[in-house]
């Protein structure tokens, strides 16, 4: 572990600052939690318990010695609890600050300037991870395509025009009107129907009607034809 932490002394870290957060940290983190950087306070007097500040990347911890360095406090804030971060730089050292979504305001001051930037930096990029996760790609699953109206419509119309192509082929028969004409006059020398009997006016009903069906006098002319003969038998 202490190997670990040796990467965290490039930039002015206090060698048994970075010692004892390394003993404490070893129960602190979290199964998959790993510490980005370690920045410790660098006070202008000599200062035997400087406060350090450990940013992992789930969450930001501050690390404050208590009773002659024995103790330590730890105030841990997860990155999706943050709002904002900010770095300013003054002329002994530089102080970070960082704003909750509960505006909760935490500042750090004399931190060395360079460990400073790296801080803020990190922290930006965590929120900006927060924000922009990386979505992993779903498989598309293969669905029945929907008819659409317009499919709809378009086989409607196939239908219509097939049933116009047909009655194009078949056209449709003129409307037959009945008419009922007048028995065709008497030719001279033929005997009136009030002069037949019964026998021989049967004889020409049935002549009609062979006359009929061959197509030689229309149905009105028959039932004319009929009529007047049945009012004489």
Request: contains cysteine; negative net charge.
């Amino acid at each position: 572990m202490k190997e670990q932490f040796k990467k965290f002394l490039n930039e002015e870290q206090d060698p048994k600052a970075i010692e004892k957060i390394t003993s404490k940290l070893n129960d602190l983190l979290m199964k998959g939690e790993e510490v980005g950087y370690i920045a410790v306070q660098k006070k202008p007097a000599i200062t035997v318990f400087p406060d350090s500040i450990v940013l992992t990347n789930k969450r930001i911890i501050i690390c404050k010695p208590k009773n002659l360095g024995l103790s330590m406090d730890f105030t841990d804030y997860t990155w999706d609890d943050i709002a904002s971060t900010f770095v300013k730089e003054n002329i002994l050292g530089s102080e970070f600050s960082f704003g909750t979504k509960t505006d909760l305001a935490v500042s750090i001051d004399y931190i060395p300037k360079i460990q400073a930037r790296k801080i803020y930096t990190y922290a930006k990029e965590q929120l900006d991870l927060l924000k922009n996760p990386v979505q992993t790609a779903t498989p598309v699953q293969e669905t029945a395509e929907p008819v659409f109206e317009e499919e709809a419509e378009e086989i409607e119309e196939v239908e219509t025009e097939e049933v116009t192509s047909f009655a194009e082929i078949l056209p449709a028969a003129p409307a037959v009107t009945e008419t009922y004409e007048p028995l065709p006059t008497q030719p001279a020398g033929e005997r009136k129907l009030s002069d037949l009997s019964k026998e021989e006016l049967f004889d020409k009903l049935q002549n009609y009607k062979k006359l009929l069906d061959n197509g030689l006098i229309m149905q009105g002319e028959y039932d004319a034809y009929k009529k007047e003969i049945l009012s004489y038998m």
